[in-house]
């Protein structure tokens, strides 16, 4: 480790005047400010508030929901059991494990994914999304909102890759997502908003 | 940070807990540039930064009874997106999220000291990822965020002469990055 006179941490934590430090060692402790002031510049990020708001005012999903989605995520779980037990444990759960998995959500192949749209439009009759994954075709893929609390999602098995796509609120009015992973410019002037979609499987 | 006219923390906190949800927003447009800027440092990457502190925020909204110093919601919320920091950090190493996005890039119009001015910063900014998480969030606290020893160890739960000796530690390394490229 390249250790530094004390000194210079003792100004730098503000014990210790600059003036009392002997012209050699300004330089160093110099350097330091100068790369905490370059750091400490504002990073020009677009807001959070909207993301943030529409997050909150989701509804939290119901019990049942988040009991099915544990039920659905991978858990590692350790069993003791006696080696003469094993084999009838092993082959119960394969029998479980294939009986659930033909109920579970859709089946997704190797290079498939999903993506989640989500947008809050309280007075909208209906939302679409449409995107490079439709050519853009309005009328194919429908948001709900069956609880009519303004929040509008769809989920959408889509092959991986990275998409471009927007709102289409009843029909005529096209808004980005502002919760999208990220915005990009189109040729018409508007920004479209941009979904990565990666495999499930890997 | 109290803003004459402007409802203080507390007061905000108060309102959000009595069911006035758009309150939220003032804590959003208070502490937001903060937080992104300490989460970017962290992370080298604005758009996982984005991620982080929006996290955070949520989840600071949905905890906010469990605030129970809200004169310090400052300090509350840093810990919050530290720890979605130290997540996002978590899952990078056994995940294959590129841990940089380009360094910022100045515009060929701005003037040289502009260019110079981005040179050093991917130059830092390159330097504090070598960091190790510890030591580059202990200088992004005490350096970026200016913060005291005092509310360092509020946030991070380290004692103070730990978080002295991760500064030290940190401010040395950056030390020599920038003595080599001079």
């Known amino acids: 480790m390249n250790t530094i006179d004390p000194r210079i941490h003792q100004v730098l934590d503000g014990e210790l005047?600059?003036?009392a430090l002997p012209a050699e060692l300004r330089d160093a402790t110099e350097a330091i400010r100068a790369a905490a002031d370059l750091l400490a510049a504002p990073v020009p990020v677009r807001s959070l508030e909207s993301r943030v708001m529409a997050e909150i005012h989701r509804p939290a999903p119901s019990l049942a929901r988040r009991v099915s989605a544990w039920l659905a995520t991978p858990h590692a779980i350790t069993f003791r059991v006696r080696p003469v037990w094993s084999l009838a444990f092993a082959a119960a759960a394969a029998v479980l494990t294939l009986f659930y998995a033909r109920d579970v959500g859709p089946q997704l192949g190797e290079h498939e994914g999903i993506a989640q749209f989500?947008?809050?439009?309280?007075?909208?009759r209906s939302v679409h999304v449409v995107g490079t994954f439709n050519d853009w075709r309005p009328g194919t893929i429908a948001l709900q909102d069956l609880d009519n609390d303004g929040v509008w999602t769809a989920t959408v098995v889509l092959p991986?890759?990275?998409?471009e796509y927007m709102f289409v609120v009843d029909g005529e009015r096209w808004v980005p997502d502002h919760l999208?992973?990220?915005l990009v410019a189109d040729d018409f002037g508007r920004e479209n908003s941009v979904v990565i979609v990666r495999p499930v499987h890997r | 940070m109290d803003v004459i006219g402007a409802p203080s923390d507390a007061e905000i906190v108060a309102r959000v807990l009595g069911g006035d949800a758009e309150a939220f927003g003032f804590v959003i447009r208070r502490y937001e540039a903060g937080l992104l800027r300490f989460a970017?440092?962290?992370?080298g990457s604005r758009d996982a930064a984005a991620d982080a502190v929006a996290e955070g925020l949520v989840r600071a909204y949905r905890h906010l009874a469990s605030c129970r110093e809200p004169d310090r919601l400052r300090t509350w919320l840093?810990?919050?997106?530290?720890?979605?920091?130290?997540s996002h950090l978590a899952r990078r190493s056994v995940g294959d999220v590129p841990l940089d996005e380009?360094?910022?890039?100045?515009?060929?119009?701005?003037g040289e000291a502009e260019l110079e001015r981005a040179e050093q910063l991917a130059l830092v900014q390159r330097a504090l990822t070598g960091l190790s998480p510890d030591k580059r969030e202990a200088f992004v606290l005490k350096h970026v965020e200016g913060l005291s020893y005092e509310e360092m160890a509020a946030i991070t739960g380290e004692r103070i002469p730990?978080?002295?000796?991760r500064v030290h530690r940190a401010r040395e390394a950056l030390l020599k990055v920038l003595e080599d490229h001079t």
């Open chain 2, 102 to 110: 380009a360094p910022p890039v100045a515009d060929p119009a701005d």
């Open chain 1, 160 to 163: 991986a890759g990275t998409y």
């Open chain 2, 162 to 165: 730990t978080l002295k000796m």
């Open chain 2, 40 to 43: 970017t440092r962290m992370l």
């Open chain 1, 17 to 19: 005047a600059v003036d």
């Open chain 1, 180 to 182: 999208a992973d990220r």
């Open chain 1, 118 to 124: 989500v947008g809050r439009f309280p007075d909208a």
């Open chain 2, 78 to 86: 840093y810990r919050i997106v530290t720890n979605r920091c130290k």
